[in-house]
C-alpha cells in the first residue's frame, strides 16, 4: 500500500493521533474513505469513458482482433520450437 510498511503507519496515526485529538480522528477517517472512493469513482469513469471512445472510432476493433492473431501465431511457433 503506497510503499508504507506497518511501523510508517503506526507513527502517522500517532501524529494524527496527537495534533487532531481522538474525537476528531473517526470524523476525518469517515472523510478520507468518501474522497478515496469518490478518486476510485471518477477514476474508473474516465477509464470507461476512453474505452467508448476507442470502441467508435473505425478500425479500433480490427487492429485489435490483427494484434490477437499476431499473437497467437507467436504463440504457435513458440510451441513448434
Given at each position: ?61 480490427e ?13 504457435i ?5
Amino acid at each position: 500500500m503506497f510503499g508504507l510498511g506497518t511501523p510508517e503507519l503506526i507513527v502517522i496515526l500517532v501524529i494524527a493521533f496527537l495534533i487532531f485529538g481522538g474525537k476528531k480522528l473517526p470524523e476525518i477517517g469517515a472523510g478520507l474513505g468518501k474522497a478515496i472512493t469518490s478518486f476510485k469513482k471518477g477514476i474508473r469513469d474516465v477509464e470507461d469513458e476512453g474505452k467508448e471512445l476507442m470502441n467508435g472510432i473505425p478500425g479500433v476493433k480490427e487492429a485489435a482482433e490483427v494484434k490477437q492473431t499476431i499473437d497467437q501465431v507467436k504463440n504457435i511457433g513458440k510451441v513448434i520450437k
